[in-house]
């Protein structure tokens, strides 16, 4: 089964910049496109990239996604951290006719 | 104003069953994909199913068997059937909304909790 690894938690200060890696088990990555969401506690999940790269309406430019194929795996890059950039970011992408979601990262920013 | 609410979850015995609705309203719901997300208690986000606008249904292989999801576009309501309900499947379900033409849920309601315990 295709599977999404993502690092459990990252951490970094306001004002700087976290990539948060997503890591394809098989087949390759850029064969179908990826999403992120993010969910703060106690908050249904928003997306804040869209098939690969893309950013919905209202989302901040400090958020960009990209695909790496000779690894394998997609990335969200935050840039100008603020705290209230600190949520749980999950990558999504499929297989076949499964939706698939990485297990999640959780960024502190302090 | 685009809005999905989550309805019909509780505490259920093991090998139970429950179904959930979700009432859309804001758009014209026969015109979107709509999906069944889950997220057990301080656990991830894993998909439980999906259906086309024109009835299709996906699944993945942990509940397919188990649970059904249908709609009733007359109403603006998604369902989901989930028989011989197991511990592991407790979890908060979201339905949401695919945006049309595109690959991400870009609408999800706020959840309903659905527990599995004796």
């Known amino acids: 089964n295709f599977m999404l690894t993502q690092p459990h938690s990252v951490s970094e200060s306001p004002g700087k910049t976290v990539t948060i890696s997503c890591t394809g088990s098989?087949?390759?990555?850029?064969?179908?496109?990826v999403q992120w969401y993010q969910q703060r506690p106690g908050s249904a999940p928003t997306t804040v990239i869209y098939?690969?790269?893309?950013?919905p309406s209202g989302v901040p430019d400090r958020f960009s996604g990209s695909i790496d194929s000779s690894s394998n795996s997609a990335s969200l890059t935050i840039s100008g951290l603020k705290t209230e950039d600190e949520a749980d970011y999950y990558c999504h992408s499929f297989d076949t006719s499964n939706w698939v979601f990485g297990g999640g990262t959780k960024l502190t920013v302090l | 104003e685009v809005q999905l609410v989550e309805s019909g979850g509780g505490l259920v015995q093991p090998g139970g069953s429950l179904r959930l609705s979700c009432a859309a309203s804001g758009f014209t719901f026969s015109s979107y994909d709509m999906h069944w997300v889950r997220q057990a208690t301080g656990k991830g986000l894993e998909w439980v199913s999906g259906i086309g606008t024109a009835g299709d249904t996906y699944y993945p292989g942990s509940v397919k068997g188990r649970f059904t999801i249908s709609r009733e576009d007359a109403k603006n309501l998604l369902y989901l059937q989930m028989n011989s309900l197991r511990a592991g499947d407790s979890a908060v379900y979201y339905c949401a909304r695919r945006v049309r033409g595109g690959y991400f849920l870009d609408y999800w309601g706020q959840g309903t909790l659905v527990t599995v315990s004796s």
């Open positions: 098989s087949g390759s990555i850029a064969a179908n496109y």
């Open positions: 098939e690969d790269n893309q950013r």
